[in-house]
Structure formats: C-alpha cells, structure tokens
C-alpha cells in the first residue's frame, strides 16, 4: 500500500478525532458535569435565580432563594421530563454522596409546568420548574449537577446543569488591579484577595481547602489550585500567583433581534426563507485587535429573552431565528474562531466553530436562537491548544469590565466531600 495514502488517512483521522473531541455529542447520553445539551431539538437552556434571569445559579445554604430551570422543546409535543441532581466536588467530579446524604424529603422531581409556543413561527414547548422546594431540600453545601431526563429514565439525558450551595463560614476580601510586568499591564487584570477565618477553623490551606476563581461566570477559563501567599493564624493572603490574573479582554460584543419588525443597531437585514423561518444578517463585525478601548454596559456575555412585537409572555411568544456572524479575516488561520457566550453555554463545539469564507475573506457562522438581547465574543483556538483566547479578535485591556467569582471550598478532616465556605462575586469596574 502507498505509504503517502496511509499517512495521509491517519493524518485525517488524528484531525477527525481532535475536533470530535471539542464537540458535543448530541445523542451522547454519556453524563458530562457541566452545563451541557445533549438533544440538537433542545433550546434557550437556563438555569438561574429565579427573581431575574441574568442571575447566577447560586444558592445561600437554608436560604429563601429559589432556581429555575428552564428550557424549550422544539418538537412541540409533550413529553415526560424530570429531575434529578449529583453532588459534586470542587473539581465537578461526583462526590459519591448518596441522595440521601446530601438532600432531605424528594430527590427527584416531575416538570409539571410546561405551555406550547403562541404567534410563533417556530413551534415549540415550554417546560420551566422551580427549586428547591418545600419537600426537596439540600442538606450540604457546595457544587451541584441539575440534570433533566426523559421518561423516567435516567439513561436518558436532556440537560445537565451546573449550581452551587454555599454557607458563609469565612470572609473573603477582594479586588481587581493592573497586573505588572512587561505589557501585561495594559492587557490584564490580577486579582489579590485575602480569606478571613475569625471564626471558623480551616485546617491545613494547601491540602484541604481548593480557591476557584471565575471570569464573568464562565467556567472555560476558570483558574484553581491557587495557593496562599502569606499565611496568619486568622488570615490568608493571596496576591502574587500569577494564575489569578485574567486578560483583560474586552466589551461584549451584542445584538437585539427582541423585535423581527424593526432593525435595530446591530442588524443588516431581516428576511424570511421558504419555510418562513426568519434570518437575521448582522452588521459585519470588525477585528478590535488593535483598537482603543471604549466602555459601553453590556450583560459580560450573557443573554435576556424578549420579544418587543407582541409580547405579553415572552418564554413563549418570542419566536426563534437563524442569527449570521460575520468576521472579517485576511486569510485562513491554523486553528479556529468560534462565537463565544452563554447563548453558546461558554462552550467550543461544532455548532458554534466559525468556517472560513474565501469570497468574502472571512469567517462566518450560524446560530438559531430565540428572540432578545445576546451578548457574544470572539475567541480563537490553536491547534493543539485547550483553552481559547480571545487576543486575535477582541484585545486586551486592563480597563474592561468584568466579573469576578471566588469560590472557597473547604474539606473537614473526617468528612468526604468539599464544602463551598464563601463566594465572593465583585466586579473590576465597580471598585
């Protein structure tokens, strides 16, 4: 056999299996512990606090708050879903905790609330259910998979869930400055931080406790295993480690597709195709690599449903359509940019990877979302690399504005799961 063709064949393959690995298998029902869909039918997945949807999914240990969980079903039908949840570690792995340990009265809950789509073009079902409630309640706190399944069938996966429990047993104290060194200080941001145990014993800081921070509530480039830098009987100090300095980045990008009348900032065309699916051309973006920076609000990469037309109820009159990304690019690199945001749930897959456009010079991409407000980036991803970055597209500026997340998890000697001692949420702009 031709040596060329058999290295040719297995370099096709190893490139195969590379991308296959960044994608998700839709019809995979294999668990993954992070927020995942895992049916291409499956839309608009959410999982926030209940009194807005911007909110994170975080919960005060035996407090009042509720989450919801939401989502739209677009073969229109009715169908059996429930939930149910795993208690993980700090590193989303499962505890093994039993149910039992870690929840009191119901484990699993049937989604009862669920209303067909009105004045839609696109049909579908939404399901919607709330908790914790009265005969469902967590015992522990710390990180938690929500996970819906079919039929009662727990095989059968729909959406996996991320959320956190957490009770305040110490006291976190935080900032954002420049960080320093070279031109790092102009394109990044480094958080110091010190933890206040006045009142609760933590044993061993390097063996026992893990500090996990978070980027505008993504998890993609979330940095762990954060050591102290000074240690006191009653106070730890974290503030040279250079794993808790961030790029900067820069403002989200964004769009309004809340009404498909009338174009709004960011749109070029609203049209409707044979099958009166509506298709939304978005301006043409521009690379800000080497722009100045300019702050403007922005949601820092999320996303709210609404529908400006009609809209009394818009979980189920906002109607779905095909929004097309556009970013201008000399010539084809090696690697891939991909459209990045909660409306992708912070994930690199095939169904946001951008392709290369020889006659229009560019990269382009398709998403088919539900109407309102999106926040979105740019980020690009090496060969061979597993975090992307978004320096090519976006820049890099220390005077962004960003959230922050510090996450404290702490392991009783005699215990055998991580408790979640502090969350610390501040922002870089709002000092």
């Known amino acids: 056999m031709n040596f060329n063709k058999i290295y040719f064949s297995f370099l096709f393959l190893l490139l195969a299996f590379r991308l296959l690995s960044q994608d998700d298998y839709v019809n995979d029902n294999q668990m993954r512990y992070e927020d995942w869909t895992y049916k291409p039918y499956i839309k608009t997945a959410q999982l926030h606090e209940s009194t807005f949807d911007a ?10 708050e509720q989450l919801e969980l939401s989502f739209d079903d677009l073969e229109a039908d009715k169908k059996d879903y429930s939930i149910a949840f795993v208690h993980c570690d700090a590193n989303w792995e499962p505890s093994n905790l039993m149910s039992s340990e870690f929840m009191n009265g119901f484990y699993e809950a049937n989604i009862l609330n669920f209303n067909f789509s009105t004045n839609t073009i696109q049909k579908y079902t939404h399901y919607s259910i709330l908790f914790p409630q009265s005969n469902m309640q967590f015992s522990k706190t710390g990180n938690y998979m929500v996970f819906v399944y079919q039929d009662n069938d727990k095989e059968k996966i729909i959406i996996t869930k991320r959320f956190m429990i957490y009770e305040d047993k110490v006291t976190v104290v935080a900032n954002v400055r420049q960080a320093i060194g070279n031109d790092e200080q102009y394109e990044k941001q480094h958080i110091d931080f010190n933890i206040i145990n006045s009142q609760y014993e ?16 993504r998890w993609d480039n979330a940095v762990n295993n954060i050591k102290p830098t000074f240690t006191e009987p009653r106070q730890l100090t ?3 480690d250079d794993k808790s300095t961030f790029n900067g980045g820069n403002e989200f990008r ?18 409707r195709d ?13 690379l800000r690599t080497f722009k100045s920076y300019s702050f403007y609000n922005d949601l820092n990469g999320g996303f709210l449903i609404k529908n400006q037309d009609l809209a009394t109820n818009p979980d189920i009159e906002a109607d779905y359509a095909w929004i097309h990304f556009f970013l201008p690019y000399d010539t084809q690199t090696s690697g891939n940019f991909y459209v990045l945001g909660k409306l992708t749930e912070w994930r690199l897959n095939k169904s946001n990877r951008m392709t290369y456009n020889y006659k229009k010079m560019g990269y382009e991409c398709d998403l088919f979302v539900k109407q309102g407000y999106y926040n979105y980036t740019y980020v690009f991803l090496a060969d061979e690399k597993k975090a992307a970055d978004e320096t090519l597209s ?5 005077e962004t504005e ?14 055998y799961y991580d408790q979640l001692v502090a969350i610390k949420r501040f922002n870089s702009f709002r000092r």
């Open 55 to 64: 909110n994170p999914a975080i919960l005060r240990f035996n407090g009042t």
């Open 202 to 217: 933590l044993t061993n800081p390097f063996t026992d406790m893990k500090v996990i921070i978070t980027q505008n509530n």
């Open 238 to 240: 974290y503030s040279l």
């Open 254 to 271: 964004f769009f309004d597709s809340r009404s498909l009348r009338t174009y709004t900032e960011r749109v070029a065309n609203i049209t």
């Open 274 to 286: 044979s099958s009166y699916t509506y298709h939304i051309e978005l301006k043409t973006d521009e």
């Open 394 to 398: 976006e820049g890099n500026h220390w």
């Open 402 to 415: 960003n959230d922050y997340t510090i996450y404290v998890y702490h392991r009783q000697r005699g215990t």
